[in-house]
């Protein structure tokens, strides 16, 4: 377990320090959402003020210089709100089919178990030319964030980046999403 920093300013004692908080807040449920799943909880590191802040902060590091953070419904908003706040930058909600009101842009994607969609609205926010970071919770296998990446450039954006708290190790998400850099704070 550790860090999968690819890009981004932060030092090697400071990846390391904030690894080590994930994986002490992170809480494992054996066979969670089905037999064999051992699922990553964060929700006790959202819930501790400083573990919340630290990570904000690390994030924060990771996407500094860009226009726009853009959160991944739902666990993503927490980040990106918080991320964006710290940059004084906006976040665009990326959120699952059927939650905004029309017009909208939508991409599907396929899962292990089925499809999902993604929305993001299709007037009313300014995508063209705006550099744009997208930030989730996990990368398991990368479909959500790649489709992201795929909605928001129909758009008009550049996405520069995605960064993640919790990476999961073996899943090859990042592969998934190469060329596009990608951050994580913690593996596991």
Do not use: W
């Not at 993604?118 to 705006?130: F, M, S």
């Amino acid at each position: 377990m550790g860090c999968g920093v690819e890009h981004g300013p932060l030092g090697a004692g400071a990846v390391s320090e904030i690894s080590a908080l994930i994986a002490s807040l992170t809480r494992e449920v054996a066979d969670f959402p089905s037999p064999g799943i051992q699922f990553k909880d964060l929700s006790p590191l959202f819930a501790d003020h400083r573990g919340f802040a630290a990570v904000t902060d690390a994030l924060a590091e990771v996407a500094s210089g860009t226009d726009l953070i853009a959160g991944v419904d739902a666990r993503g908003f927490l980040l990106a709100g918080a991320v964006a706040l710290r940059l004084g930058t906006g976040v665009l909600a990326v959120r699952k089919g059927g939650k905004l009101p029309p017009p909208v842009l939508s991409e599907t994607y396929d899962l292990e178990y089925g499809t999902a969609t993604l929305e993001i609205p299709a007037d009313g926010i300014e995508l063209a030319g705006r550099n744009v970071v997208i930030i989730d919770d996990v990368l398991a296998t990368g479909g959500t964030v790649a489709a992201t990446a795929r909605l928001l450039r129909r758009g008009g954006a550049t996405v520069t980046g995605a960064a993640v708290v919790l990476e999961l190790a073996g899943l090859n998400g990042r592969d998934v999403l190469k060329p596009l850099p990608v951050s994580s704070l913690h593996t596991a």
